[in-house]
């Protein structure tokens, strides 16, 4: 079994920044791919960003530019920078790892608010 503890959500103003983190813990073998998503009310959970165990990132076009994913692999914690934030980012942020035989585990969520 996998835990993933997320932090770093918050409220914040249009134009200002914010870092998730991510921890993953307990019988990890091999973590591959790990990642960011989010949902906002009555929507579905979309990607955000997504990076390889060998550091290739891939991100949605709405955050290109604005939002940084990055991993520490001694560590087993994803982050994500965001910068230049708008009301549109707001939703619960979940962290997801994929690990030996492609099985996802998915973060608790947390939530980031920006205002306008």
């Known amino acids: 079994q996998v835990q993933l503890v997320e932090s770093g959500g918050g409220l914040v103003q249009a134009g200002g920044s914010l870092r998730l983190s991510c921890a993953a813990s307990?019988?990890?073998?091999?973590?591959?791919?790990m990642g960011w998503h989010r949902q906002a009310p009555g929507r579905q959970r979309d990607m955000v960003a997504t990076?390889?165990?060998?550091?290739?990132?891939n991100y949605a076009d709405s955050v290109k530019g604005r939002f940084t994913i990055s991993r520490d692999n001694a560590k087993n914690t994803v982050y994500l920078q965001m910068s230049d934030l708008k009301p549109e980012d707001t939703a619960v942020y979940y962290c997801?790892?994929?690990?030996?035989?492609?099985?996802?585990?998915w973060g608790q969520g947390t939530q980031v608010t920006v205002s306008s």
């Open positions: 997801a790892v994929v690990v030996t035989r492609g099985i996802v585990y």
């Open positions: 307990g019988r990890i073998f091999s973590i591959n791919t």
């Open positions: 990076i390889s165990s060998g550091g290739s990132a």
